[in-house]
């Protein structure tokens, strides 16, 4: 009997409970219902924290370095133990050694125009006779940096390397981020677009499996411990390589000329540095730009950011150490050499490394190679 009086004792409590669960369901559906909110963005931000919590960090990058949002993660596949992909080097460049050092994004993190670079110039240097053993170029790209990243990387890091000569490779990124969005205040070093990459902790309310959201008392639930425990967080944070918000064509541009500024650094730094500076425009195939976005907004940014380049290293011409390369008008691949709008095939990708060590070889003869030393920065 005490048995049974217990077992029934616990059916009319679950009985109870569910009851009471039913009617706070029930009467959560109606709130939100006079409250017009669409319910998709609670749980779609319960998603988020699901997706950000557990991926861990970022493969492949140190995102705890305290000047740069996030970087190649030192001895991760293909980066030597600097921070840069490639093969190791030492600070000191060897005697006899051309050190050149390529600064850029993702077109310049792949390493296959670096490398097709380094080929062709031992190949042009050794028919050129020139006052050098070999040439060594290192990578100092990232994937989605903008000139923002590079001018700190470079400035505070890669001087040390002492390269004779830079390639500036950049276009894309800053296009994409001088974009304003509607209610997007623009600010001048991007970070209206990009915000520092971290990873967070997986609170104990996420062990509990997402469909249970489908519950708006659940779900409404777990976005309030959500938002109570990630309230300094923003809710783009561990987007790809930290990027805020996608492109869409139209959006708004940046008032700040933050790629001119960051370029003009560059190159004081470099001229600094007693190092020769080669600016490179990006190609940009405008046809598959129209394919994937429907427009050629992108390309047309992009082409804005080439001419201002362009403009700058002339400005600096004078010095007789800045020299800009229009790939972008001069370089004619077949699509079949494309990934995309601005990533080449490996076979694109030595279209481009070659065509700049030509380009870059006849500067250098015409100043029949007398390149400064680079200033030691030690």
């Given amino acids: 009997m005490n048995a049974s009086r217990k077992g029934r004792k616990v059916l009319f409590a679950a009985a109870g409970v569910a009851m009471a669960l039913t009617a706070l369901e029930l009467l959560t559906r109606l709130a939100l219902g006079l409250t017009g909110r669409d319910y998709a963005e609670f749980r779609d931000y319960n998603a988020w924290v699901h997706r950000a919590s557990t991926a861990g ?31 190791e080097f030492e600070w000191d460049c060897r005697p006899g050694v ?17 490398e097709a670079l380094e080929d062709r110039m031992n190949e042009l240097m050794d028919s050129l006779d020139a ?9 100092f790209g990232a994937q989605s940096w903008t000139t923002v990243e590079s001018f700190v990387n470079y400035a505070t890091r890669g001087v040390h390397a002492g390269p004779r000569i830079i ?27 990009r915000t520092r990459w971290n ?6 309310w ?7 959201d489908e519950s708006r008392l659940a779900g409404l639930a777990r976005y309030a411990l959500n938002r ?51 600016v490179v425009s990006q190609f940009h195939m405008t046809e598959l730009t129209v394919e994937q976005f429907g427009s050629d907004d992108l390309a047309r940014r992009v082409g804005r950011i080439n001419d201002r380049a362009m403009r700058l290293s002339r400005e600096y011409s004078g010095t007789g150490r800045v020299f800009f390369l229009d790939a972008a008008d001069e370089l004619r691949p077949d699509r079949s050499l494309m990934l995309d709008n601005c990533h080449f095939t490996p076979e694109g990708y030595r279209l481009l490394g070659d065509w700049i060590a030509v380009e870059m070889c006849a500067v250098l ?5 007398r390149l400064p030393e680079p200033e030691d920065w030690r």
């Fill in 57 to 87: 960090l970022p493969s492949g990058y140190d995102v705890e370095h305290p000047l740069l949002p996030y970087r190649p993660e030192p001895l991760s596949e293909g980066v030597n133990s600097h921070g840069y992909r490639g093969e």
């Fill in 167 to 193: 390639v500036v490779y950049h276009a894309i990124n800053d296009a994409l981020a001088s974009t304003i969005p509607d209610g997007v205040r623009p600010e001048p070093d991007y970070s209206h677009w």
């Fill in 199 to 204: 990873p967070i902790p997986r609170p104990v």
């Fill in 228 to 278: 109570a425990a990630l309230s300094g967080i923003d809710p783009n944070q561990l987007g790809r390589c930290g990027i805020r918000y996608p492109y869409e064509p139209g959006m708004g541009e940046s008032p700040f000329d933050t790629f001119g500024n960051n370029l003009e650094n560059i190159i004081a730094v470099a001229l600094n540095c007693s190092t020769t500076v080669f």
């Fill in 98 to 114: 051309l050190r050149i050092a390529c600064l850029g994004g993702s077109t310049t993190w792949d390493n296959w125009y670096p």
């Fill in 206 to 212: 996420d062990l509990p499996p997402l469909w249970l």
């Fill in 365 to 369: 003869d015409s100043l029949e190679w």
């Fill in 131 to 139: 006052p050098f053993d070999s040439c060594e170029v290192l990578n």
